[in-house]
């Protein structure tokens, strides 16, 4: 990093990921961008994550918060940030080589755009917390709800708020109808720019499929009704 | 037009919703639209949770507002209607499946009965669509055939 401001901050929550995080943080490395500040969330990890953040060759910032889950973990991150750009980076999941790179060139060039966002492809590894490549990829690359697929201009939160900590999960499809709702500019890449881990038993994975489905887009639901409440409240519904 | 025997069911197979607030959001995970109920409609929308017949959601809503018959058959009628175009639910001659789910919740007995409004919302159909069960299921959308609750 070079002695003024960062131009991108990658902000990872961590909780109990163990050693994907080195994973995680290997992939970070991999993008080739000198200008970067990499802060680690510690949300209530019990598996010691700093042994991961060490051995990396990268300067990170590790901030340590009591578990209130990964919008909280966020929120934390988004105050501590100094980049222009903030990028989020959940500690199972990977960036495609040069990812970062390809979202920043684009975010540079439409100097308009408040987010640009890449695609997603699922994968899956050999095991359970299983660091080897190689790994299977799933299904054809989506653009999605993950925020790790996208690169974001750090004001955006000045204009449509902070996670909602009280999501643990749909968190994400939040953040995208806030987005929409406040009319900010949203450019697309057609690379993949995120590698969303399937399979490690997060929060929806341990529940049985027909309780995921429901618990998941019942969500939806809720966001909605609060993207109606505000705008409901500013007179435009 | 419905009739009186028929039942609605909830098509589970498209339709996500949940009441917060006293207002039911449903929610088309296939197209991205989404529809508010509130007042009547949600109470309306409580009747068939509740999985009465047309004709028995008719007589409760009357006897509920204190209102003519007719007036609220021909309300409800048109409520129903536009919930079926938009494939919210289907009628149906058998009663629907106990979920043993209950969540809208109707309102105060006695309200003065307001024409039901279903609030119908497509704005964010291109968002919604995009890719509804990333959290839920490998391969992705489209995932026909399991119910959504």
Known sequence: ?237 | MIADTEYLHINRAKIAHDVIDGEVVLVNVVNGFYFSLRGSAASLWAAIEEGRSFGDLCEWASAHYAVDPRVVADAASSFVTALVADEIVIPSADPPPADGERRAVPEAAGTPFATPVIERFTEMMDLLTLDPIHEVDDLGWPHRGVSLE
């Open chain 1, 1 to 237: 990093m070079t002695g003024g401001a960062p131009q991108v901050s990658v902000v990872i929550p961590v909780h109990d990921a163990g050693a994907l995080l080195a994973d995680a943080l290997a992939s970070v490395a991999r993008q080739g961008m000198p200008e970067l500040e990499v802060l680690v969330i510690d949300d209530g990890s019990h598996d010691a994550p700093e042994r991961w953040v060490e051995s990396s060759r990268l300067p990170v910032r590790l901030i340590r918060q009591e578990n209130g889950g990964p919008s909280a973990a966020r929120n934390v991150g988004i105050a501590a940030c100094r980049g222009r750009y903030v990028a989020f980076l959940d500690a199972d999941d990977i960036w495609p080589r040069r990812a970062l790179a390809g979202l920043r060139a684009r975010i540079d060039a439409d100097g308009g755009a408040d987010v640009v966002q890449g695609h997603v492809r699922r994968f899956r590894a050999a095991g359970a917390h299983e660091v080897a490549w190689p790994f299977t990829i799933v299904g054809p690359p989506r653009l999605g709800f993950n925020v790790g697929s996208a690169l974001f201009r750090r004001e955006v939160f000045n204009r449509i708020g902070p996670f909602d900590e009280t999501m643990r999960t749909g968190e994400d499809v939040d953040i995208w109808v806030k987005v929409r709702e406040a009319g900010l500019r949203h450019a697309v890449l057609a690379d993949t720019t995120l590698l969303y881990r399937r399979g490690n038993g997060g929060i929806i994975e341990r529940l049985a499929p027909p309780d995921r489905s429901a618990e998941h887009l019942r969500r939806w639901a809720t966001i909605l009704h609060g993207s109606l409440a505000r705008r409901r409240r500013a007179g435009a519904p």
